[in-house]
């Protein structure tokens, strides 16, 4: 690891770096191959400063140091951050808060800095625990066999198993009825485009539309079970306690829709990007099909090689000197996090797929106080899903060489993954 206390070499802006990086961000080629991108940074700069105002990271030390140290956070909502999300939408600042108002107030976890965060992550992570995640996964087993069970000859697989999955373990998980879990499903997956930066304003007024939506089934559930508790994970949040404080109703709205949000296109990623390495990969995949015992360095590898989150945002809460770097308040830093976890200083020919690499977790999970609360049970759902594919078919085999990729650079994802199945 490298020691703080050496400075940080930071370069640019260069022309060079600048077309690198709008490549990388808008191009069909960035989002094909971002890591041949990423190579560029870690030997050119690996400490950029940009043109734009971030300065952009993409060593696994250094984003991990960031994300790390409380003087960064999460970018508070100044005028200014307005102007700008609202210029890029193609609104009036006035739009925007318009079709925004429906969530003032609303503010979730992941967007809060201490001690807000610490309050509430405390009390969300005393009913999300370990155990509960534990519990869940015999259901896990059998929604994967159960969705398995219907699979053969050509099949796409992010259609009917990496979309569909994740989706119902999460209903189960916060206790939403079986029948309106279809309702749920699209509308999760059109709110969730919200936090891609490249978002048109057709989109982003769906986006809102979807998140809306499922913001008031969310509350007629809350109050569902208020008057008549089970054991799910919304009724633990609703019952939780520190001392006299609880989560108010605002908060279990916003938790619950964060739970919903961050948890389903991230595993439906692992899954499809997961499959898809191993696919191209055939001899690592015949070796997991001869030997599941490592199936946990096997996830751990899928999660480092092709990462469901490319990119995390901080921005430095106040003046400070990071490793020689004069932050000033306000300055976002951005970690590259596909591109830490491809460092060469980090992971040893970080281009390989080695399922049997064993060289300490990948940053897809992020790190710090934001560390992702779901991370135990999507490690379970990778761990479930390509065991038991494994276990039900003798034979997948890719049909698409180049599928399609989602539009998307900030959760980074297939379309559509169609493979051959030939059932034991
Ligand atoms: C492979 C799947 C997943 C990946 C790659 C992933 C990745 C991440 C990352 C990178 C963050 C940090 C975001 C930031 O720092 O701004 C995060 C936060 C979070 N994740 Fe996940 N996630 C996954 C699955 C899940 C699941 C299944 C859930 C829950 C159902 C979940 C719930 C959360 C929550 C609540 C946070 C916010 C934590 C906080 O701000 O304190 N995630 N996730």
């Known amino acids: 690891?490298?020691?703080?206390?050496?400075?940080?070499?930071?370069?640019?802006?260069?022309?060079e770096i600048e077309a690198l990086f709008a490549e990388l961000i808008s191009s069909e080629t960035g989002r094909t191959n971002p890591y041949h991108y990423y190579a560029r940074f870690h030997s050119k700069a690996p400490v950029y400063n940009s043109s734009f105002g971030a300065i952009i990271f993409s060593r696994y030390d250094d984003c991990q140091r960031i994300l790390r140290d409380n003087r960064f956070g999460k970018e508070e909502d100044t005028k200014s951050r307005r102007q700008e999300r609202a210029a890029a939408l193609g609104l009036s600042e006035k739009e925007l808060q318009e079709a925004t108002r429906f969530f003032e107030g609303r503010t979730s976890l992941l967007f809060l800095n201490p001690p807000?965060?610490?309050?509430?992550?405390?009390?969300?992570?005393?009913?999300f625990t370990p155990r509960r995640v534990e519990q869940l996964k015999p259901h896990v087993e059998i929604l994967t066999e159960e969705i398995l069970s219907s699979l053969v000859g050509e099949v796409d697989v992010m259609e009917s198993l990496a979309w569909k999955l994740p989706a119902t373990v999460i209903c189960e998980l916060l206790g939403v009825p079986v029948e309106l879990r279809e309702t749920f499903r699209p509308l999760i997956r059109t709110a969730i485009s919200l936090i891609e930066p490249n978002q048109t304003k057709e989109d982003f007024f769906k986006s809102i539309e979807a998140a809306e939506t499922l913001t008031l089934l969310l509350t007629d559930l809350i109050e569902m079970r208020r008057r008549d508790p089970a054991d799910d994970l919304l009724s633990h949040l609703i019952s939780v306690q520190d001392g006299t404080d609880r989560l108010s109703l605002e908060e279990l709205i916003s938790t619950s829709v964060l739970?919903?949000?961050?948890?389903?296109?991230?595993?439906?990623n692992l899954i499809g990007n997961g499959l898809y390495a191993l696919l191209q990969h055939p001899r690592e995949f015949e070796s997991l099909f001869n030997d599941l015992t490592n199936i946990d360095l096997a996830v751990e590898e899928l999660l480092r090689f092709d990462s469901p989150v490319q990119f995390d945002m901080r921005t430095a809460l106040t003046n400070f000197n990071f490793g020689g770097i004069e932050f000033k308040r306000g300055q976002p830093a951005m970690t590259l996090l596909g591109a830490a976890n491809h460092d060469p200083t980090h992971f040893t020919n970080p281009e390989v797929l080695n399922l049997k690499r064993d060289e300490?977790?990948?940053l897809s999970f992020a790190s710090g106080i934001h560390y992702c609360l779901g991370a135990s049970l999507a490690r379970m759902e990778g761990r479930v899903v390509f065991s038991k594919l494994i276990e039900t078919f003798s034979s997948i085999t890719l049909v698409d060489k180049f599928p399609e990729r989602r539009d998307s650079i900030t959760l980074r994802g297939l379309k559509s993954l169609n493979v051959q199945l030939e059932r034991r």
């Open 360 to 362: 300490g977790p990948p």
């Open 259 to 268: 739970l919903f949000m961050a948890g389903f296109e991230t595993t439906t």
């Open 1 to 15: 690891m490298t020691d703080l206390a050496d400075e940080l070499q930071i370069y640019g802006p260069d022309p």
């Open 116 to 127: 807000d965060h610490t309050r509430l992550r405390s009390l969300v992570s005393r009913a």
